[in-house]
Nanobody, 121 residues
Framework: QVQLVESGGGLVQPGGSLRLSCAAS????????MDWYRQAPGKQRELVAA???????NYVDSVKGRFTISRDNAKNTVYLQMSSLKPEDTAVYYC???????????????WGQGTQVTVSS
């Protein structure tokens, strides 16, 4: 069994910062991509930032220069440092990972439970 547990969400004023964390645990053999999605009320879930096992990153245009994704492969953990937050960043943020479980021969996609980020004065 594999679990992704997120932490770090909350309420922050515009211009503020938050750091999200997501730790993957369980019978994991290899993690390829770890990424963050978000879903605002009435909108589709969108990919915010992604990072490969080798450290290559990708961001949606709306967060470039403000958000930084990083990971600690030894801890199977991915982070999202969010700065200069705007009200439009308000959403539920979900951690996702594509990985291979011990004893498996194909990739699996796993999701965290989501953490609320609210940017408001």
């Amino acid at each position: 069994q594999v679990q992704l547990v997120e932490s770090g969400g909350g309420l922050v004023q515009p211009g503020g910062s938050l750091r999200l964390s997501c730790a993957a645990s369980g019978s994991i053999s290899y993690i390829n991509v770890m990424d963050w999605y978000r879903q605002a009320p009435g909108k589709q879930r969108e990919l915010v930032a992604a990072i490969t096992n080798s450290g290559s990153t990708n961001y949606v245009d709306s967060v470039k220069g403000r958000f930084t994704i990083s990971r600690d492969n030894a801890k199977n953990t991915v982070y999202l440092q969010m700065s200069s937050l705007k009200p439009e960043d308000t959403a539920v943020y979900y951690c996702h990972s594509r990985l291979i479980r011990i004893g498996a021969f194909s990739w699996g996609d796993y999701w965290g439970q989501g953490t609320q980020v609210t940017v408001s004065s």
